[in-house]
């Protein structure tokens, strides 16, 4: 069975200093990644796709990075964070095509 | 792009009671609709979907309808019960640039709240 695991579950960062947040998907090859974040009492916001290793889209102009350095891999980065990017901070993924996806368990950022 | 309301943002109701979100989507070429539950400090879990060739679908005491037409889709909780406490996402998908691949539009989530 396929299951994606999401790292680490919670952060305390200060302004200004670097982020790394990790996703991996075991069980299934070649799948879709989403960055999803969730502000609080907001929905969810799309922030990056991914439909193959090497390729991402940004679908809002941030403070973020990503990267895809293997097939089940996927990697939430900034190189200075701000106090705005503090959030919920959900991974996901699907098999492409019309249909689910499936969510990690989050990360909840706090930039101090 | 698509766009998805959700209404309301907060419900409570008694235990026994029933529960109804609605969604409305924008992009007509949206064919399927997923419908999620977030616990607290979770990621959202998929309960329930429907794609556009169906007008309702039911899983037990959960239910939702889809108005293509019109552009709306609702869930229906019935004899609910206080693990239904929850936040819940309604999602309608649209395509990603690439051929075969999509992108889940979510509304901003309504807190049901079931009263013991």
């Known amino acids: 069975s396929q299951t994606i695991h999401q790292w680490p579950a919670t952060l305390v960062q200060p302004v200004g200093s670097p982020l790394s947040l990790e996703c991996t998907v075991e069980g299934t090859s070649n799948p879709n990644l989403y960055w999803y974040r969730q502000a609080a009492g907001r929905g969810l916001q799309l922030l990056f796709y991914s439909v193959g290793i090497g390729q991402i889209s940004s679908e809002v102009p941030q403070n973020l990075s990503a990267s895809r350095p293997q097939d089940r891999q996927f990697i939430l980065s900034s190189k200075k964070l701000l106090l705005s990017d503090s959030g919920f901070y959900l991974c996901?993924?699907?098999?492409?095509?019309?249909?689910?996806?499936?969510f990690g368990q989050g990360t909840r950022l706090t930039v101090v | 792009g698509e766009n998805v309301e959700q209404h309301p943002s907060t419900l409570s109701v008694q235990e026994g009671d029933s529960a109804v979100i609605k969604c409305t989507y924008s992009d007509s070429a949206s064919n399927y609709f997923p419908w999620y539950k977030q616990e607290l400090g979770k990621g959202p879990q998929l309960i329930i979907d429907i794609r556009s060739n169906v007008g309702e679908k039911k899983d037990q005491r959960i239910a939702v309808t889809l108005n293509k037409t019109a552009k709306h889709f609702s869930l229906h909780i019935t004899e609910t019960q206080p693990e239904d406490s929850a936040v819940y996402f309604c999602?309608?998908?649209?395509?990603?640039?690439?051929?075969?691949?999509?992108?889940?539009?979510f509304g901003k989530g309504t807190k049901l709240s079931v009263i013991p």
């Open positions: 999602a309608a998908s649209s395509p990603l640039p690439w051929a075969g691949s999509y992108q889940l539009t």
């Open positions: 996901a993924w699907s098999v492409g095509g019309d249909t689910e996806a499936f």
